[in-house]
């Protein structure tokens, strides 16, 4: 009941931040982030019909991926990318957001089965102020997308940060700012990118104000978290 009354008030906030901002209508779509949430967690926001689940540990992901069998369920891979972890992510996963190494973009790149369609890749970019040390900086973005825009078995769709949040609206924004004008500069050679991927439950609107087309929602869906 919580989770499905949740669902829908995030659905109305997304809705407002894209009129106030002059979005287009679900242009930010929703990533249900369900790290450590229980199978049954993740069917109650399926039957609200949320579709996008994010995960971010492989064997737990896996686990739900295998139990939940309702189709048309996109599964986002957003945890920190272990090298021996390429092969179950490439053939489990439909998105992957954490990319920061050329050699896991190649590993997933040779592990991505032949019969599924290209793995949807973001590259992690670090902005400064990140959560993680992961991602890589803003200079080396292009040079990167450049060298693995090539490989069949991924495609690029585009970028992805998880900057240390701010207190206010202004500052969280300005987090995003350096991320949305490289991202846009880049698009003018490479029109394919589509899916700037930034925003979480305490800095939704700023990140929905700076252009992100996905927003990943963990707390405010399913409740506070222990890890
Ligand atoms: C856990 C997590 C989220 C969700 O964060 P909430 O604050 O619970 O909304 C989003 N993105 C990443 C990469 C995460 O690891």
């Known amino acids: 009941m919580e989770i499905a009354n949740n669902i829908r008030k995030i659905r109305r906030k997304i809705k407002a931040a894209e009129k106030k901002y002059h979005r287009e209508e679900n242009s930010a779509r929703l990533i249900a982030v369900s790290k450590t949430r229980k199978i049954e967690e993740i069917i109650s926001a399926i039957n ?48 992957v957001h954490t990319v920061d190494r050329i050699k896991i973009a190649r590993r997933l790149d040779k592990m991505r089965p032949e019969n599924m369609p290209p793995l949807n890749v973001c590259i992690q970019v670090n902005t400064s102020g990140e959560i993680t040390k992961s991602g890589i900086s803003i200079e080396e973005i292009e040079d990167f997308i450049d060298e693995i825009k090539d490989y069949k078995h991924i495609k690029v769709r585009g970028l992805m940060s998880l900057p240390e949040i701010k207190s206010n609206i202004d500052e969280q924004r300005d987090s995003f700012l350096s991320l949305k004008k490289v991202f846009n500069q880049l698009k003018k050679n490479k ?31 399913f409740g506070s978290r222990n890890i």
């Open 48 to 95: 609200e019909n949320q579709r996008h689940f994010g995960e971010n540990y492989c064997q737990e992901a896996i686990e739900k991926i295998r139990a939940i069998t309702e189709p048309g369920i996109v599964w986002h891979f957003i945890g920190p990318i272990q090298s021996n972890k390429t092969n179950q992510i490439a053939r489990y996963f439909n998105w």
């Open 191 to 221: 029109p394919e990118l589509d899916t700037l991927s930034i925003g979480t439950t305490l800095d939704m609107e700023a990140a929905i104000a700076e252009g992100a087309t996905f927003v990943r929602i963990g707390t405010a869906i």
